[in-house]
């Protein structure tokens, strides 16, 4: 076998040409470079785009709609509102009692006031007791103790409005009076007394009769020793013949402290 002998030149270069084959050699490797880089970069690309872009030929190819997608999250988020509404409700609350003696002070005020009785009877309010004063001429025949018939009806009323609290009252007293209207003397004095008394009682048993208890109830008679007019002129007698139903109510341990 004939073996090849290599000659060079004086310069170190290989005698076989010029070396411009060398230049082309390395255009060759640059090529190849560039050409890996750009298999890598378009290697990069996301399979989900590469799917997206296939899907978008194929159904252009077939003439066919593109595949749906979907996709599912999760995520928070805060916000503030405003609302009105309406509801119902129940609730408890305390008021002030209106004490018996003043119950019974407006029961018989209208009374008196609706029928025009103002001259005829007086009420008297206070703390502890209610006096109710009932002139003789519209209870009692004069110088009797026999009760006028147009009388009853209001001592229905006076028994009504008793009987409405009697449970928060102490003591109830009926009283009689008369006026001072000739010369002291034992016998006259005696008429004088009966006659109040028995006006009293005569009060008493019409008020038991219409259903009052008679548990807290006293008769008392004074005669002509008690008087709230002047004896001297007949106005003032007038209002001294009388009968007084008080109703008492004692104040009590919490209101004396």
Not at 220 to 242: C, L, M, V
Request: glycine letters at 8%.
């Amino acid at each position: 076998m004939k073996k090849s002998k290599k000659v060079f030149s004086n310069n170190g270069q290989h005698s076989g040409g010029d070396g411009r084959w060398l230049l082309t050699y390395v255009d060759m490797i640059t090529l190849l470079f560039a050409l890996f880089a750009v298999l890598y970069s378009m290697s990069t690309v996301s399979a989900k785009k590469v799917t997206h872009v296939a899907n978008d030929f194929h159904a252009a190819l077939n003439n066919s709609p593109k595949t749906s997608q979907s996709a599912s999250g999760t995520g928070t988020g805060t916000g503030t509102g405003t609302g009105t509404g309406t509801g119902t409700g129940t609730g408890t609350g305390t008021g002030v009692q209106m004490d018996a003696l003043d119950e019974i002070y407006n029961d018989l005020k209208s009374y008196v006031d609706t029928n025009g009785m103002q001259d005829q009877i007086e009420l008297d309010d206070t703390d502890s007791y209610l006096q109710i004063h009932l002139r003789d001429v519209i209870v009692f025949q004069p110088n009797s103790a026999e009760m006028l018939p147009a009388s009853k009806p209001m001592l229905q009323e006076v028994e009504k409005a008793i009987a409405k609290v009697y449970d928060k009252v102490d003591h109830i007293t009926i009283s009689g009076h008369t006026a001072d209207v000739v010369v002291h003397s034992t016998k006259s004095d005696q008429v004088s007394w009966k006659l109040s008394t028995d006006r009293a009682v005569t009060v008493l048993n019409c008020l038991i009769g219409y259903g009052l208890q008679e548990d807290k109830l006293s008769v008392q008679g004074y005669a002509h020793f008690d008087p709230i007019a002047s004896d001297e002129t007949e106005e003032g007698r007038s209002k001294n013949r009388r009968v007084e139903i008080t109703v008492y109510k004692y104040p009590s341990k919490d209101d004396t402290g």
